[in-house]
């Protein structure tokens, strides 16, 4: 039902921008959840929670709900686990890193995350029901920078939302730097396109700081983000660090999020463990 409202959209979106080139919904995400870890539930931060029997109910409201990963407890549980009074599904507002540090050993839930392969990288940060970011402080090039953003399998980040912008320009703010390279970039003198592909013709939202874009475009072919939550454009040859932005995909490969984490949390017992959130 609700993917068949979003093909609508869609196609409707894509008569309107029909001579642009603009992906369904301009963005890196894709919206499946891959299964993490069995008899493992998150602590991270729930937007919502529901009772559902089945997974797809609860994959569906976490799209929705534009959730990075759900807690769910199959059916097949609860025969063996009392869950009277629980709720099946729990959506998530941020997802686990490497290492898996707010998962909990917990027989009645198995844990979704939509970064399956690989796990997002121990150091990477999360902004609630937006995506997980890592930023590289080095200076170097946009190509460099792209470089790097691939190596941990990201994407120089997606500013084209006010949403974005603002939350990005929070995470330069909070890394002390003043300004990040992010994924527009004008290519042999033309309009500014996303990492993806799009033209940023296919968004309405603008944070260009007065002065920019500069007519030189061939020149002036990479932007960055700046603290104060504007866009500025630069040479791409010019060294900045930059923001990467983690794509998300599966399928996961069995006990990895655990890898760097030699002995796992020592949370056996959940039945009496304090659930804050009930
Ligand atoms: C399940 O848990 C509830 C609440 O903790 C309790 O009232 C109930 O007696 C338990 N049922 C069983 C079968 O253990
Ligand atoms: C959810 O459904 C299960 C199974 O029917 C039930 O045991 C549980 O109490 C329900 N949880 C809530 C919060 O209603
Ligand atoms: C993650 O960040 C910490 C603190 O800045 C640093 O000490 C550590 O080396 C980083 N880990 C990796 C794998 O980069
Ligand atoms: C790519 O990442 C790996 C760790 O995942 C690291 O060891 C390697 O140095 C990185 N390569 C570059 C070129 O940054
Ligand atoms: C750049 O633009 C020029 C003139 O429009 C064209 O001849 C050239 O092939 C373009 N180069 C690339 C890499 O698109
Ligand atoms: C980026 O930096 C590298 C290493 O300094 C250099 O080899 C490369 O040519 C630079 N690329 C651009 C586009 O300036
Ligand atoms: C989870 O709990 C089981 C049984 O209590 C234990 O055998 C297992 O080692 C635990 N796993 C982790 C990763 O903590
Ligand atoms: C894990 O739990 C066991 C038994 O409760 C305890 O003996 C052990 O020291 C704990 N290990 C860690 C790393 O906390």
């Given at each position: 039902?609700?993917?068949?409202?979003?093909?609508?959209?869609?196609?409707?979106?894509?008569?309107?921008?029909?001579?642009?080139?603009?992906?369904?919904?301009?963005?890196?995400?894709?919206?499946?959840?891959?299964?993490?870890?069995?008899?493992?539930?998150?602590?991270?931060g729930i937007v919502t929670k529901a009772n559902f029997t089945s997974l797809t109910s609860c994959q569906r409201l976490g799209f929705e709900k534009k959730a990075l990963a759900i807690n769910?407890?199959?059916?097949?549980?609860?025969?063996?686990?009392?869950?009277?009074?629980?709720?099946?599904?729990?959506?998530?507002?941020?997802?686990?890193?490497?290492?898996?540090?707010?998962?909990?050993?917990?027989?009645?839930?198995?844990?979704?995350?939509?970064?399956?392969?690989?796990?997002?990288h121990v150091n990477s940060t999360c902004v609630p029901t937006l995506g997980m970011f890592f930023i590289l402080t080095k200076k170097q090039n946009y190509s460099q920078g792209f470089r790097?953003?691939?190596?941990?399998?990201?994407?120089?980040?997606?500013?084209?939302?006010?949403?974005?912008?603002?939350?990005?320009?929070?995470?330069?703010?909070?890394?002390?730097?003043?300004?990040?390279?992010?994924?527009?970039?004008?290519?042999?003198?033309?309009?500014?396109?996303?990492?993806?592909?799009?033209?940023?013709?296919?968004?309405?939202?603008?944070?260009?700081?007065?002065?920019?874009?500069?007519?030189?475009?061939?020149?002036?072919?990479?932007?960055?983000?700046?603290?104060?939550?504007?866009?500025?454009?630069?040479?791409?040859?010019?060294?900045?660090?930059?923001?990467?932005?983690?794509?998300?995909?599966?399928?996961?490969?069995?006990?990895?999020?655990?890898?760097?984490?030699?002995?796992?949390?020592?949370?056996?017992?959940?039945?009496?463990?304090?659930d804050e959130e009930f």
């Open positions: 039902m609700f993917l068949i409202l979003l093909l609508i959209l869609s196609i409707d979106y894509k008569t309107v921008n029909a001579k642009s080139e603009c992906s369904v919904d301009g963005q890196v995400r894709s919206p499946k959840y891959h299964l993490i870890e069995k008899c493992f539930r998150s602590k991270l769910f407890s199959p059916q097949e549980a609860w025969q063996d686990y009392n869950v009277t009074g629980r709720y099946t599904c729990e959506v998530l507002k941020c997802a686990e890193a490497d290492g898996g540090l707010s998962m909990v050993n917990d027989s009645r839930y198995d844990y979704y995350s939509i970064y399956g392969k690989p796990v997002p790097d953003c691939k190596n941990i399998s990201g994407l120089p980040a997606d500013v084209t939302s006010e949403q974005r912008t603002d939350s990005l320009a929070q995470l330069i703010a909070g890394a002390s730097l003043e300004v990040a390279f992010v994924g527009l970039r004008s290519k042999n003198g033309s309009g500014f396109f996303s990492v993806t592909g799009d033209a940023l013709d296919c968004t309405t939202y603008r944070a260009w700081q007065p002065g920019s874009p500069r007519k030189a475009r061939d020149k002036y072919d990479c932007v960055l983000l700046t603290r104060s939550r504007t866009w500025v454009t630069t040479p791409c040859k010019k060294n900045y660090p930059m923001i990467c932005e983690i794509v998300p995909g599966g399928p996961y490969k069995r006990g990895s999020i655990f890898a760097s984490r030699m002995k796992p949390a020592n949370e056996t017992n959940t039945e009496n463990k304090n």
